[in-house]
RNA sequence: CGCGGGGUAGAGCAGUUGGUAGCUCGUCGGGCUCAUAACCCGGAGGUCAGGAGGUUCAAGUCCCCUCCCCGCAACCA
């Protein structure tokens, strides 16, 4: 009986297309699985959809077609990008479907029937426009700190889960498996960020909007993403807390791993391992969190517009060569990066270079000293035996590299057989051996290199699995067995053909950027627009001209900046978070726009009067400034 | 003094429990001709961020201090 191995990605959000750092995470899951079914494992590979929410109910109202309608048309879009990279999932859920949304809402019923849930009256300030529940000291003035409109001071019926009551539980689980959360600085960032200060019971229900599963109980509400999106792991096994428990769940759950980006750790590794304590289940047994995949140095986003995709990429230097792009380029901890001219030398080097030209050379050689039989092996020497001793020391890193979710290391393992090939070549001088006739020897290496072939195209298959097949049916094979001796001698080798042609680096890299030109990042019809106000509600803010005198950061504060300000008639000190794009000498003399009459607040333990006036968010910020000569402390209109 | 991870050849990275610094790419030189201008060998290039710090027979590897980068959190008026 094989032991088995589930494993799953998170849910793509159904929002929009999937970037080559979104399908990064279902090729290397795949990868693992793939290896786990080689290593003798009856693996379950669960990915999917998620499509509920407020976002894609936004998107869907912008496209002017229902919900429903939208994530159809994107989920399908994620399936195929999927499916072109050839993952091998066993199930796709979407948290759409019928089985899904009723577990969740008889989910979310249990744990309220049992009190982990509870309705609560939320006291305190809501930002309307903005959808976002604040706490007193995130205020400001009355006022929303994202979009500056007035809070109002609401009760809002909630749902909320209470988190605090398992945290002790949690903790000695962390303590108690340590192989729980990877990789290990990951969980000391949970651990110390989250868990420590302690949990706040967290709200599980929004009354907002309407795309998700409601609350079967009270229907002015939905179940907000975490119950929803999390459950996909035990509902795509059937589970449902109202039916009896699944053959596919009893033999699956718990999880043996859940794949994830390192920005959803705290979903998975608090919210959820809390709801399955809740609902009295076994916890997932690992939970890995991996890195980012980034453009050069520059995180992958639509608003950069430098989004690459791996259909685009596919059609250039085809599906294999994405998968060990960007499974070999991913380091285990630190994100990665990706660029065109590395994306050729590896395709070159790797690909074409290391593996294409040794399958080729090879093949020929059977073809052309034995008619294309395999030759059968004759006594061992020591060239051989150190052959065969790299193949199986490979073949043992390979296995440790894997099982610890080094896959990059993996990858560079694998090809380190086809390296040590290449050299058996220039070692054993197969033409000489030809040239002199002896036979024997030339049988013996031959077959040694055809062998070294095939376990390398076996130990390569969770990577490029189209490869691996291609190689093996070139061999005549398949004998996929990791062990050396797996080719039969007197078989015939297959029809011999190019794997990978070298790229020309100059027409595939103007292809490469051609498919993601150097526009100008589109601009996205903003999701803040405000609606119209007269001029007295515009008149109401006290716009003035100022001049900074002197500038300072604010020691335990990266972002913020406290200036202090000559408005002519007055000096003030105001608090900015634009130390990220200004350094403290740049400022200094600089006139900019005042709001001279926002109330007092204290940021960082700096009391700032007023706030200047800045476009742009996180590290992309400009300071509105004046001219050198306009007057200070004039009205701004 | 919020927590954590890093700083190793031009670039990207390995270096398990301390024992003469490695890999891939690039570069220079050589070899070979079976092969996709491929393949193989060799050279150059690192005082392993800094501290003429500590422990040790021995430290990239452990401890202490300083500097820099990154992640998480906080913060973004």
Redesign the pocket.
């Known amino acids: 009986m094989k032991e088995k191995f589930y494993i799953t990605t998170a849910i793509a959000y159904s929002s929009r297309k999937p970037h080559i750092g979104n399908t990064f995470e279902v090729i290397m899951t795949d990868a693992i699985a793939r290896y786990k079914r080689k290593q003798g494992y009856d693996v379950f590979f669960l990915t999917g959809t998620d499509e509920h929410g407020q976002k894609i109910e936004n998107c869907a109202k912008e496209a002017g077609i229902t919900p429903k309608e939208y994530v159809d048309g994107v989920a399908g879009q994620i399936k195929e990008i999927w499916d072109l990279m050839d993952s091998s999932y066993d199930h796709f859920i979407r948290t759409t479907d019928d089985y899904h949304e009723a577990a969740v809402s008889a989910i979310f019923k249990k744990l309220y029937d049992k009190g982990d849930i509870y309705k609560s009256e939320y006291e305190g300030w809501y930002c309307e426009p903005c959808e976002a529940f604040l706490t007193d000291?995130?205020?400001?003035?009355c006022?929303c700190?994202d979009c500056?409109r007035e809070v109002k001071k609401m009760k809002e019926e909630s749902y909320f889960f209470r988190m605090s009551a398992y945290q002790d539980r949690l903790m000695k689980h962390i303590e108690e498996h340590p192989e729980f959360i990877e990789p290990?600085?990951?969980k000391?960032?949970?651990?110390?960020?989250?868990l420590k200060?302690g949990l706040q019971d967290l709200c599980v229900s929004r009354s907002s909007f309407k795309w998700g599963v409601p609350v079967s109980f009270d229907n002015k509400h939905v179940i907000y993403v975490w119950i929803d999106a999390l459950s996909n792991y035990i509902t795509a096994l059937g589970y449902n807390p109202e039916l009896p428990e699944t053959d596919a769940f009893k033999k699956n759950w718990p999880a043996d791993v859940h794949i994830i980006g390192?920005?959803i750790m705290?979903f998975h590794t608090i919210y959820w391992p809390i709801i399955l304590m809740a609902l009295d289940l076994p916890l997932p047994k690992k939970v890995f969190g991996h890195p980012w995949l980034n453009v050069g140095a520059d995180k992958m986003s639509k608003s950069k517009g430098n989004s690459i995709y791996a259909d685009d990429l596919a059609n250039i230097i085809g599906v294999d060569a994405v998968r060990e792009y960007v499974l070999a380029?991913m380091?285990?901890?630190?994100?990665?990066?990706i660029t065109f001219d590395n994306i050729i030398?590896r395709y070159?080097?790797?690909?074409?270079?290391?593996?294409?030209?040794?399958?080729?050379?090879?093949l020929?050689?059977t073809a052309?000293y034995f008619d294309g039989i395999v030759p059968s092996p004759a006594s061992e020497n020591e060239t051989d035996a150190d052959l065969k001793a790299c193949v199986k020391k490979a073949y043992d890193d390979m296995v440790a590299q894997m099982d610890s979710y080094?896959i990059?290391?993996a990858v560079?393992t694998v090809f380190?057989v086809f390296?040590r090939a290449?050299?058996y070549?220039?070692?054993t001088?197969?033409?000489?051996l030809a040239k002199n006739g002896d036979t024997e020897r030339l049988s013996t290496v031959i077959y040694n290199l055809l062998e070294a072939i095939r376990v390398g195209a076996v130990m390569v298959e969770p990577f490029m699995p189209s490869t691996s097949v291609s190689i093996l049916s070139q061999l005549g094979t398949t004998v996929d067995s990791y062990e050396f001796g797996g080719l039969e001698a007197g078989n015939p080798i297959g029809e011999a053909k190019?794997?990978?042609?070298?790229l020309d680096e100059k027409e595939t890299l103007e292809k490469l950027e051609a498919m993601n030109p150097p526009k100008a990042p589109a601009v996205p019809v903003p999701e803040d627009q405000e609606e119209q106000i007269g001029i007295e509600s515009f008149g109401a803010v006290e716009l003035r001209t100022a001049q900074v005198i002197a500038c300072e950061r604010i020691p335990?504060?990266?972002?913020?900046l406290k200036l202090q300000l000559d408005l002519g008639y007055e000096q003030r000190q105001?608090?900015?978070?634009?130390a990220k794009c200004y350094a403290p000498e740049d400022l200094i003399g600089k006139k900019l726009i005042v709001?001279a009459n926002?109330k007092p607040?204290v940021?960082?333990g700096v009391e700032?009067n007023?706030?200047?006036l800045?476009s742009g968010?996180?590290d992309q910020i400009k300071v509105v400034f004046l001219d050198d000569d306009t007057p200070l402390g004039q009205r701004v209109r």
């Open positions: 000291s995130q205020i400001v003035d006022k700190p500056g290990e600085a990951r000391k960032e949970m651990v110390n960020n989250f200060p390192k920005d705290r380029e380091p285990y901890l630190n994100d990665g990066s030398t070159n080097t790797d690909l074409a270079n290391n593996l294409g030209n040794l399958v080729n050379r090879t020929a050689m052309k080094h990059a290391d560079e380190s390296r290449n050299k070549i220039d070692e001088t197969p033409w000489t190019v794997l990978f042609s070298r335990k504060a990266k972002k913020l105001v608090a900015s978070g634009i709001v926002l607040a940021l960082c700032s007023g706030m200047i800045a968010e996180g």
